[in-house]
């Protein structure tokens, strides 16, 4: 039985199963949604990432093909999907440049600060949002950013109800007391995708 203590009651959960499946579908399925994120957060020029929820690794796999010199981190809460996160980094050569470790949001295990903490398409599933994001502010570096990448619940009006549990709206996103962050969001081009920026009342601009 794989360990589930990372989780909270009601988020969803990835297996050995799930985890495979998801690592061979995502690269193709999400490729869209990938490639906005990706260029999104190369426009920061970081030189540490840490991505939380991050899956099969595909984000950090391709922002590694792109930057040479970013320190690349990646949390998930899973063992199946670290399992197969660090596979996919193994076959693309990037043991040297990529941590993967199990965790989540509220339990990171590493103490490094990080220029850039980002998570994509996984903020929706999160039990605990606003003292999550207050935990991940602790990771920062003083000019560093927390960037959510989600879908944007007001480019899907009028879908499914299981489509729309999977997006994230401006208002309740704005609207989450987090002290000491400052929010933004914003429509991330076309992408169908929003991103929610926070940043800590001391931010340093590079």
């Known amino acids: ?81 670290v399992k197969a996160a660090n596979g996919k980094i193994a076959r693309n050569g990037l043991q040297d440049r990529i941590t993967i470790a199990q965790g989540s949001s509220r339990d990171i295990p590493f103490q490094s600060k990080f220029d850039l903490i980002v998570s994509s398409l996984s903020f929706h ?14 990771y920062l570096s003083d000019s560093g950013r927390i960037i959510i990448f989600d879908l944007d619940r007001n480019q899907y009006p009028g879908k499914l109800p299981i489509l729309r549990r999977h997006t994230i709206s401006e208002s309740n996103s704005l609207n989450l007391k987090t002290d000491g962050l400052t929010k933004e969001i914003k429509p991330l081009g076309k992408s169908g995708l929003v991103s929610f920026i926070l940043y800590s009342e001391n931010f340093k601009k590079n």
């Open 1 to 81: 039985m794989e360990a589930t203590s990372y989780y909270l009651k009601g988020e969803e959960r990835f297996g050995t199963c799930s985890s495979k499946f998801y690592s061979r579908l995502s690269g193709l399925h999400y490729w869209k949604y990938y490639r906005s994120i990706v260029d999104e957060i190369l426009k920061f020029s970081p030189e540490s990432i840490m991505d939380v929820g991050c899956g099969s690794g595909d984000i950090l796999v391709h922002i590694a093909s792109k930057n040479t010199s970013v320190r690349l981190f990646g949390v998930d809460p899973s063992p199946g999907m």
């Open 125 to 138: 599933h999160w039990k605990e949002q606003a003292s999550s994001l207050e935990n991940l502010s602790r």
